[in-house]
């Protein structure tokens, strides 16, 4: 059998790439139905990973006698640490969405990975890119252990559930209303109660002072907007968490959008957890999302959260992609030199 060969991806590679990407969906779909089921054609990958291609910083090819078996496409993350994003994303990190690799379902996931991400992560490497993040479709064992084979762990999960109710009755005590931009001090002291939570064991989520001020005026605005509301709960007459939804927010493309709403922040104060308050919210949310039309609601979660990642999967939230994370050791930059 002919050897796998590595090349530069080039926008000749579109359609049979495009192909390979329609083909892992619709084996995604058949274990999450929730998945888009337009993206079942190679039609619309094409058009996602031409735009894609365009961009990368990094794109390589695997053929097998010829013929496309694999790609790998990665882009340099370099927000500053003043924005939005630098909350979450490290700077001088390199991502891989689910859009930017593929494998031929007769190909070893392990033995393809090994030989692209080698060429990926050499350039990313000489470049100063330590940080390396790569987003699956949750249930693929196989391409799982491959990046795991690479030192890759979860780092963040997506999850999705439907709009149904989530328990009978209300939590006594528990009062929910839907805040407005007079309520910007409440949302900024409960969005901090939520990074204080991903900051603490066994999570290490960094706090980015730098860019505050950016989420401060990013709530503000969504606060001030006509789209999705956030959600404050009371108990007994004390503020007790949030729950805040976006339109579309940052749902994965591979979920439909059109009747999706996006759950953006989850927070339940210490001092009133187990009390069901993140219950009353979740269930007052979802009656609100019905009322709205929205049939699903997907949210992002630590996948380390030995507390909040319980909670959404407890409540029907079914895993949909996983972002996986290398740290590559910054020695190398010096050490063999």
């Not at 083909?23 to 079942?40: F, G, N, T, V």
């Not at 619309?44 to 990094?58: F, H, K, M, Q, T």
């Not at 005590?173 to 204080?196: N, R, W």
């Not at 709205?292 to 407890?314: D, I, V």
């Amino acid at each position: 059998m002919p050897g796998i060969a590595l090349r530069p991806f080039t926008s000749d590679d579109v359609p049979a790439a495009a192909a390979l990407l329609a083909a892992r969906h619709q084996a995604d779909r058949a274990r999450l139905p929730l998945l888009s089921p337009k993206l079942e054609e190679a039609g619309p990958w094409a058009e996602i990973l031409d735009g894609a291609a365009r961009v990368a910083s990094y794109a390589f090819a695997a053929t097998r006698a010829g013929r496309l078996v694999a790609f790998l496409l990665a882009d340099q993350q370099n927000f500053a640490p003043g924005t939005l994003m630098a909350q979450w994303t490290p700077p001088h990190s390199l991502s891989t969405g689910y859009q930017d690799h593929a494998i031929d379902a007769g190909e070893d996931p392990t033995e393809v990975l090994r030989l692209l991400y080698a060429e990926v992560a050499a350039l990313a490497v000489r470049d100063g890119y330590f940080v390396h993040r790569v987003e699956i479709v949750a249930g693929d064992a196989a391409l799982q252990e491959g990046w795991l084979n690479l030192g890759f762990g979860r780092y963040l999960s997506a999850a999705t559930r439907d709009t149904g109710p989530v328990m009978i009755g209300d939590v006594p005590g528990v009062a929910v209303s839907t805040a407005g931009a007079e309520d910007i001090e409440v949302v900024m002291s409960l969005a901090h109660t939520l990074d204080l939570h991903h900051a603490a064991s066994p999570m290490f989520w960094p706090i980015i002072r730098e860019a505050r001020p950016a989420a401060r005026a990013f709530n503000l605005d969504a606060l001030q907007g006509a789209g999705a509301p956030f959600f404050i709960a009371n108990r007994d007459g004390k503020t007790a968490g949030m729950q805040t939804f976006l339109r579309p927010g940052f749902t994965p493309f591979v979920v439909p959008h059109d009747h999706d709403v996006y759950l953006f922040e989850g927070v339940v104060d210490p001092a009133s957890r187990s009390a069901g308050v993140g219950t009353e919210l979740l269930e007052h949310s979802m009656r609100w999302a019905r009322e709205q039309g929205y049939q699903t609601c997907t949210l992002h979660f630590a996948s380390a959260n030995p507390s909040g990642a319980p909670f959404w999967l407890r409540h029907g939230f079914v895993p949909v992609t996983h972002t996986m994370e290398r740290h590559v050791d910054e020695r190398i930059a010096w050490a063999n030199r």
